[in-house]
């Protein structure tokens, strides 16, 4: 049963960062089950992409699509359909609104930008990614969130804005720089890894683990001591991510060859 599918899902990802998202999407899926028809989610970042595919591999007659906005984008919205639905889905109801300042007299960062939206009370799950440059920000966001920043987005920190609506046209496909890393480590631990990746000592990893700035998988790493596998993926703030590519054998000193992709 339906209902039987969801407890084991919750039960799942219990405890986990993604216990909230797994309900909500969990709920979604069977709304469309019950309609056979679809249900759009609100944005959510790769974790809880893999949690909503994960959700829709567990039930029958069910699909799931993603979109961002724009090629690349890193927060999407899933949309649940059902296969028995005859029509096409309107869309994801994304738009994109841009904020503009003098990029002379001020530098924002994607921090003051996602701070400010959430002093207005916008939840995160309404806003996709934020493309920040040197004077100015494309904030992807829910459709019916558009008119409500138009009107209520002033200012970014201490810096006033102009703000405008702009087509998903505008939005160049994402390109990612990579770099591949041929690296030997004494172990698999999350820090040796990351060490490596990084360009960084492994106290200097555990301190950045310790201070919250490291994920794995796109969940908060709780100990350095964390064994990592093939496929994983670190990210670290600040710093990009770090694809564990491969694990090969070792060396005749018993130290681990891996190779690493370290995107820009």
């Known amino acids: 049963m339906a209902s039987e599918q969801r407890e084991k899902l919750i039960r799942f990802y219990k405890g986990t960062e993604g216990e909230e998202t797994v309900v909500k999407l ?6 469309v089950l019950r309609s056979q028809k679809f249900r759009l989610s609100g944005f959510l970042d790769p974790f809880g992409q893999e949690i909503a595919e994960t959700v829709a591999a567990n039930y ?7 979109d961002g906005g724009y090629t690349g984008a890193e927060r999407q919205r899933a949309m649940f359909v059902h296969e028995d639905f005859p029509g096409t889905p309107p869309g994801f109801d994304i738009a994109c609104v841009e904020a503009h300042w003098n990029g002379q007299f001020a530098r924002l960062s994607h ?17 996709g990614d934020l493309l920040v440059t040197n004077d100015s920000v494309k904030i992807l966001c829910d459709r ?11 200012r970014i920190g201490a810096v006033g804005v102009e703000v405008q609506e702009t087509g998903l046209d505008t939005i160049a496909p994402k390109e990612e720089r990579c770099k591949e890393i041929r690296a030997t480590v004494a172990s698999l631990r999350v820090d040796a890894i990351a060490a490596s990746g990084f360009g960084c000592s492994r106290s200097r990893a555990a301190s950045d683990i310790a201070a919250d700035k490291m994920k794995l998988n796109w969940q908060p790493v709780k100990s350095a001591s964390r064994t990592i596998k093939e496929g994983d993926v670190l990210s670290l703030r600040g710093r990009g991510r770090l694809e564990v590519a ?19």
């Open 26 to 31: 969990a709920d979604a899926a069977e709304a």
């Open 60 to 66: 029958e007659r069910l699909r799931v699509d993603f």
């Open 111 to 127: 921090r003051d930008v996602l701070g400010s939206l959430m002093s207005l009370g916008i939840e995160r799950d309404r806003l």
């Open 144 to 154: 019916n969130l558009a008119d409500y920043l138009l009107q209520n987005l002033l």
């Open 246 to 264: 491969e694990v090969r054998g070792q060396t005749k000193k018993g130290r681990t060859v891996v190779v690493l992709k370290r995107y820009l």
